[in-house]
């Protein structure tokens, strides 16, 4: 007669409450209190940037003092300049796509308010950033990755591949006439329109 598992579920207790179970429902129970603090944050724009802003500061200070690992900080840039050209990119390429049916992209500023959608959401950007910082200042508290290099030529590399990047992304916005922010343009105002609305269908004397 097999028993396995019969007596008051002691086998299925027993593995709940292994070790294993209990790490998988605190990583679970982690992984959806920090979720949840993202989702806070998201309309705090200001405080998002200032605290990435402080992270970046902290990450720099540090390499400042160790004076090393600059292949990490290399490979930093590099991160941070493929995020920015997405976080400035359409979503929709338009060299590679009809956009005869769909929404054109925003061109100039007196133009009507037409929202830019980026291949890169703003907050997807702030969180890549500021994991890409994170995980860098980690990084050197390990001295495997402190390569010796003359940094003076990565930085010029560096400089060379982001003056070449930005300038082809500035050719690909003028050639394709839009704007990769909204700053400055008219914004359709729902609560003065429908309190105009509303005054209209108002009795006059």
């Known amino acids: 007669m097999d028993t396995t598992g019969t007596v008051g579920g002691t086998s299925d207790d027993l593995s709940s409450n292994s070790p294993a179970a209990a790490a998988s429902r605190w990583t679970h129970a982690a992984s959806r209190r920090f979720q949840h603090l993202l989702d806070k944050s998201t309309p705090f724009v200001l405080h998002r940037w200032l605290a990435f802003a402080a992270v970046a500061i902290v990450y720099a200070v540090r390499v400042f003092f160790v004076e090393g690992f600059y292949i990490v900080s290399y490979a930093l840039g590099i991160y941070v300049l493929n995020l920015l050209i997405a976080f400035l990119?359409?979503?929709v390429?338009?060299?590679?796509?009809?956009l005869s049916d769909d929404p054109s992209l925003p061109t100039r500023g007196s133009d009507e308010f037409r929202p830019f959608v980026r291949?890169?959401?703003?907050?997807?950007?702030?969180?890549s950033m500021t994991k890409?910082?994170?995980?860098?200042?980690?990084?050197?508290?390990?001295?495997?990755f402190d390569v010796p290099v003359f940094w003076p030529i990565l930085?010029?590399?560096?400089v060379l591949l982001f003056t070449l990047t930005m300038k082809k992304q500035i050719m690909h916005m003028v050639k394709h006439r839009y704007v990769p922010?909204?700053?400055?343009?008219?914004?359709?105002d729902v609560r003065a329109a429908a309190s105009a609305e509303s005054a209209s269908l108002l009795p006059r004397d």
């Open 89 to 91: 990119s359409p979503q």
């Open 93 to 98: 390429d338009p060299e590679f796509h009809d």
């Open 119 to 127: 291949r890169l959401p703003e907050f997807k950007f702030w969180y």
């Open 132 to 144: 890409a910082f994170c995980i860098a200042f980690v990084v050197t508290f390990f001295r495997i």
């Open 155 to 158: 930085l010029f590399y560096w």
């Open 181 to 188: 922010f909204s700053f400055g343009k008219r914004r359709y």
